[in-house]
């Protein structure tokens, strides 16, 4: 009689311990962040994130995530003529607001500003830079949510997909080059978060 006590106690204990596994395991797959087990891919990660890396460090992208405090311009990314200044909240300082020379759109001529609606860069507390970051370092930073903005990965995703500012890379007026493939960056992007999201030594 005992016997069965214990016995029938240790199965109502097995059975409490696999429902708590199942609701973890449920659990997991609800939350957004995480990934299946499976498709972790370190190596696949670390490559996906170097076929990324280029855009990031186009003119284009660079010249508003520079590691100074001033914009840079041009393919060669000089200091940004007028000694304009990223100011306390990127948007410059004094009369040299981004928005009193750059419009809602590109200015169609040569040396003309280009445009966008939302046109400044990362304040002094979130300096987002990319200029002289190794791949590495670039990719530990856009994972950091202290050094991104407060972005998780899918966010992150989010944005190099649909910002207005990153897509103005790919519209960029004035004759001026434009970073590889949209398209092939968001993917190398979400493939890298789908493996795990490791990042290159
Ligand atoms: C006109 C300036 C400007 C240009 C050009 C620009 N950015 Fe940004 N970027 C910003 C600002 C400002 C933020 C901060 C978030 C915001 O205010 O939208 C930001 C945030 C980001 C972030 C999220 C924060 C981080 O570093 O993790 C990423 C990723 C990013 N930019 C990628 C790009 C890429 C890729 C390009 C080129 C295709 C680009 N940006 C071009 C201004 C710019
Ligand atoms: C006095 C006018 C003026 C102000 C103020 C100004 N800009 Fe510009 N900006 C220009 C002009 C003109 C160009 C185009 C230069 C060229 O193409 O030769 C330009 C170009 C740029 C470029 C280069 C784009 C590229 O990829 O080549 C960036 C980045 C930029 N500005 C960012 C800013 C930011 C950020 C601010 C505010 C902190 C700002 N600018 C304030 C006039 C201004």
Known sequence: MEKTDVS?????QLAVKIMLVIAALCLGALAPSTWAADDRDDA????????????????RCLNCHPAGDAPLQGDDSLPHAQNVQRGPEGRGRYALKCAN?????NLPGENL??????????PPGMRMVFQGKSP???????????????????ELIDHVSHDK??????????????????????DHLRTW?????ACPE
Not at 113 to 122: A, L, R
Not at 140 to 152: E, I, R, V
Not at 193 to 197: I, T
């Open 8 to 12: 029938s106690q240790v199965l109502t």
């Open 113 to 122: 500003p280009p445009g966008n609606p939302k046109w400044h860069m990362p």
């Open 44 to 59: 696949g990660a670390r490559a996906a994130f170097l076929k990324a890396y280029p855009v990031f460090m186009h003119p």
């Open 101 to 105: 020379c750059h419009q809602a759109a």
């Open 165 to 186: 500012l990153v897509l103005w890379g790919w519209d960029p007026g004035n004759g001026r080059s434009k970073p590889p493939s949209h398209v092939e960056f968001v």
């Open 136 to 154: 590495g370092d670039l990719c530990k930073q856009l994972k950091d949510p202290a050094q991104n903005g407060g972005m998780t990965l899918e």
């Open 193 to 197: 978060v789908k493996k795990g999201a």
